[in-house]
């Protein structure tokens, strides 16, 4: 019903920022509450920051909170995650999901959503 597609990851040095950018095609962004979920290797899936569909409410974990910021331009059907002050902790696998609206919150487990984009590699060197 939608296809994500996520750009902007990378290799940065601690300290450094990075954009991520993730677009959405065959249906309208607005169409759904977005979120960021990351994987590290050996790690749990963390939704690091979640957003409604008017991007009126957003969600950070307290990892990122400070440091991210989450938000969605359905105007252009993309969604962002501005990374800030990136550590080597941050290093993961970003990927961009969406969940079918059906009110004005957000999600903040992994397993809330059932659009999933591939995903896009960001390492922070220290």
């Known amino acids: 019903q939608v296809r994500l597609v996520e750009s902007g990851g990378g290799l940065v040095q601690a300290g450094d920022s990075l954009r991520l950018s993730c677009v959405a095609s065959?249906?309208?962004?607005?169409?759904?509450?977005m979120g960021w979920i990351r994987q590290a290797p050996g790690k749990e899936r963390e939704c690091v920051a979640a957003?409604?569909?008017?991007?009126?409410?957003?969600y950070y974990a307290d990892s990122v909170k400070g440091r991210f910021t989450i938000s969605k331009d359905n105007a252009k059907n993309t969604l962002y995650l501005q990374m800030n002050s990136l550590n080597p902790e941050d290093t993961a696998v970003y990927s961009c999901?969406?969940?079918?609206?059906?009110?004005?919150?957000?999600?903040?487990?992994?397993?809330?959503?059932?659009?999933w984009g591939r995903g896009a590699q960001v390492t922070v060197s220290s």
């Open positions: 999901a969406g969940q079918l609206h059906d009110n004005n919150y957000y999600y903040t487990g992994a397993d809330q959503y059932d659009f």
């Open positions: 065959g249906r309208a962004l607005r169409d759904f509450a």
């Open positions: 957003i409604n569909w008017s991007g009126s409410r957003t």
